[in-house]
């Protein structure tokens, strides 16, 4: 939770990652206004300890979700996980559970 702002409290932060361009991307719940995003700029680059000129965009709404990271399998002699086996994890998720899948599981 993110909570330093004095009008937007219990803000969820999903996750955050250095991408390949080094920057860093945070993550927050599908509906999460912009306004407040934009609002918590400065709390985040304070957190971070950034230095005001740090450039802090809001990117568009999700259109994919990219899973990167995902252990194949349990160990060197397992059987590799289906993709299927995969997106029924996935779906255990609350916060991914509603999110359409463009391929059937």
Do not use: C, Y
């Amino acid at each position: 939770m993110l909570d330093v702002h004095p009008t937007h409290t219990s803000v969820t932060i999903l996750g955050a990652h250095w991408n390949k361009s080094s920057n860093i991307i945070v993550s927050f719940p599908p509906g999460t206004p912009k306004a407040t995003l934009l609002d918590l700029r400065p709390d985040i680059g304070l957190a971070l300890g950034l230095p005001n000129l740090v450039v802090m965009s809001v990117d568009k709404r999700w259109t994919k979700l990219l899973v990167s990271s995902v252990p194949a399998r349990l160990s060197a002699q397992a059987p590799v996980f289906t993709e299927a086996d995969v997106a029924i994890s996935l779906n255990h998720n609350p916060v991914l559970r509603d999110i359409s899948q463009p391929r059937p599981v």
